[in-house]
Structure formats: C-alpha cells, structure tokens
C-alpha cells in the first residue's frame, strides 16, 4: 500500500479510537464548550460596556476573537492526549502492530480537529444568542470557519510537539496551556492594538491570532470601522494568516514526527 495512504487509514482508525474516548467520557466535550460560553457572556455583558467600537457591536466584533482563542486553548487536548497514552504505554502498543508512524499524529489532530468542529457549532449558538451575526454572505461565512478549523488544525501540531516532549500528563497539561495566554491576550481578539504602546502594537499586529482574528473579522462583515494595523497585517489580514498556518504546518509536522518517533524509541 501507498505510504501517504497507509498513513491516512490507518489515522482515521486512530481518530476514531479517540473519538470513542470522548463519547465514553463526555465530561471532556462539556467543560470545553462551557469555557468559551463563559468568555463569550463575561466579555459581552460584563466588559462590553467599557470598550468603544466603531461602526460595529462590540458582540460582533468579539465573536472572531473568541472563536480563535477557543480553538487555539482547544489545541492543548492534543498534548495531554499525546502525553497521556505515552505515560499508559499505549504508543508501545502501537508500534507493535503494522500500521504507519504517522498514524498516531494525524489521528490525535484529525480527532481533535473534530471536536473543534463541535465546539464551533455550540459556540456560534451560544453568539446568535446575545447579537452576533455574520453579514457577508453565506460563502464568506463558510470561508471563515475554514480558516478557523484550518487555524486549530496548525496549532494542534504546536502541541503534539509539547505533548511528546513532556514526561506526564500533568505537565503536559501546564506547558499546553501556559503559552496561550500571552499569544491570546497580546492580540487584537478583545481590544483593537492602537491602544497598546508601539512596541507591544507592532507585536500584537503580527500576532498570528491577531491575522486570524482581523481576517475572520473581514470575511463575517464583523470589523466595522475600527482602526486596523498599518502595513501588511492590516492590509493583507487573509494572506498572512495563510502564511503563518503554512509555517506552523512545515515547522511543527515535521518536528513532531521526529519527537514521536524518539519518544516512542524511549
């Protein structure tokens, strides 16, 4: 069999293992849907007030920052799913059975990728609720999920990375987390940039949140008239966003296959 067939078969067997795991413990699927909710109603009835839009609700324009934050903190799941069946020695059971070493990987991301998918749906409920609405149209509309999912896609590679290179899930579950907020927060997913001083504007610009966010922003008809970044992340949100996912794809796929292939070795 084809190598790069071998290895998308016998990865969809490996999605569907982890698949199961959330329906037999559902508690997962649960409090990773209620986190966004919770974000979705501090930010818009509580915070909302207190920070100026222009030419947009400021429920709108918070909808593409929590979608984006969402699906980045979702990426954690991979390296404390990564972690934990390299702790219960599953990964040894795996490689004595003749199926591709990338299974494991594309597995745990296309599982994991999926549950963004469900988590997506509930929160763009829970958005239609308070006010939230997309006004481009409908390919517009499906063009930003696309990004988005695409987006969780890349950073689930970030953290399988992390996930393979800590020794317990405790850790895992520290290290997968602990660099989103930085990332998140130092982005324009809750406030516009221009309000950040120069130095931590020209950061937060170049954010890959921030590329998403703007881009998702501009394809849902959710930006309204507030300040953008100057240059290319204002100009050019949906290139660059495609950029960075590419670079995140060709950095982390490959390192993680290598750090998979160590650490089941070990």
């Keep these: ?10 990865g969809w067997v490996v999605a569907k293992r982890n698949l199961i795991k959330i329906k037999r413990i559902p508690d997962l699927l649960i409090f990773s849907t209620i986190q966004p909710i919770m974000f979705v109603l501090l930010f818009a009835y509580v915070f909302g007030g207190a920070i100026p839009t222009q030419g947009v609700d400021y429920k709108e324009y918070l909808m593409a920052g929590i979608f984006t934050q969402t699906v980045a903190f979702g990426a ?26 990338a299974a494991v990987l594309i597995g745990r991301t296309t599982s994991d990728l999926l549950n963004n998918v469900l988590v997506v749906a509930v929160m763009s409920i ?8 997309i006004h481009n149209g409908f390919f ?12 969780a896609y890349a950073m689930s590679w970030v953290s399988a990375l992390i996930g393979l ?22 982005s324009n ?11 931590l504007r020209a950061v937060a610009d170049w954010n890959p949140i921030s590329s998403i966010v703007l881009a998702i ?25 495609l950029l960075w996912i590419a670079g995140i794809l060709l950095v982390f796929v490959p390192l993680s296959i290598r750090k998979y292939r160590q650490a089941a070795s070990r």
């Design 1 to 10: 069999m084809n190598p790069v067939v071998m290895a998308l078969s016998d």
């Design 76 to 101: 954690a799941i991979t390296a404390i799913g990564l972690a934990e069946d390299l702790q219960k020695g599953t990964i040894d059971r795996f490689r004595s059975l003749p199926m591709s070493r």
């Design 126 to 133: 829970c958005g239609l609720i308070v006010g939230w609405r």
């Design 140 to 151: 517009k509309a499906i063009a930003g999920f696309l990004l988005l999912l695409a987006f």
């Design 165 to 186: 290179s800590v020794k317990s899930v405790e850790v895992a579950q520290s290290a997968g987390f602990i660099w989103m907020f930085p990332l998140t927060f130092l």
């Design 189 to 199: 997913a809750f406030i516009p940039t221009h309000t950040l001083n120069p130095f």
């Design 217 to 241: 922003r501009d394809l849902w008809g959710n930006a309204g008239t507030m300040p953008r970044p100057e240059g290319f992340p204002g100009e050019h949100p949906l290139l660059l966003s």
